[in-house]
Each structure stands twice: as structure tokens, then as C-alpha cells.
């Protein structure tokens, strides 16, 4: 179901966009331009950069039975990276929101049955990582 969104006004597909950018072209620098969501954008491109390590060892922990991420396109590894950062790190954002926003957003990057696939990763991975780490935000 493709959904009509104007994606320079889409933060996400911006978040997208900046992190394919930056991870397979690493002499790529990051500029954020005047943006409504500035802040968010770059909170979430930079954030991904620099927590990778953790990133990958809660896909090694949560998905590696289900998948090899590295089977999967660079865009889509892209999209459940920036996805499981803000599970991990944007805890007053809901997770049916983090997950509808990315799946918005990546309608102008996959097609149908690898949107499905990423609703079924990111709905998997959304609970258990948020799950595990509940007690980080209670205290």
C-alpha cells in the first residue's frame, strides 16, 4: 500500500538518505540544511553513526535467527539500523510510531513484500529490544 508523502518534507526518508550516504561512501560529509526537524534528523543520523556496534549486536541478538542482515539490500540494513536507534534511544517516541514512519518512508526506497518483511522485523525487534531494556528508562 503506497501511501502519497512529499519525501523532502518526510524526516525519516532524510534520516534514510543521509545514513546510506554516509555508510557506503564514507568521505561523504554530512551537512543538514535547514530543515523543521533539523534536530531530530541529525540526533538520529549521528546517533546511528556512532552507536553501530550496539546497533549490530542487538540484530546479532534479536534477528540472526530470522535473517542475515547481510543477505539484505544496503538500504534496507540502512532503514533497520536507523529504526532500532531510536528503539533503543528515543524511548517517549511509541514504538507503533517509530515503526509506521519508517514504513512510510521507506515506500519511496522497497517494494511491497520488503515492506511487509521489514513491518514483521521491526515489530519483532521493536519488542524485545524495548523490552529488555525497560529498565533503563524506569531509572
Known sequence: MKLEHNPKKNPRV??????Y???FNDEEDL???KHRFKKFIKD???GTLER??????EIKNHLNTDINIKNLDNIFQVIIKSA???FLYRPKTSIKIIIKEYLNASNFFLNNSQIKLLNALLDKISKKIR?????IWIN
Open 14 to 19: 532524510i534520516v534514510i538518505q543521509k545514513l
Open 21 to 23: 550516504g554516509k555508510i
Open 31 to 33: 551537512i543538514f540544511p
Open 44 to 46: 538520529v543520523v549521528k
Open 52 to 57: 553501530d556496534e550496539i546497533i549490530n549486536d
Open 84 to 86: 532500532i536507534f531510536e
Open 131 to 135: 523490552k529488555t531494556n525497560a529498565w
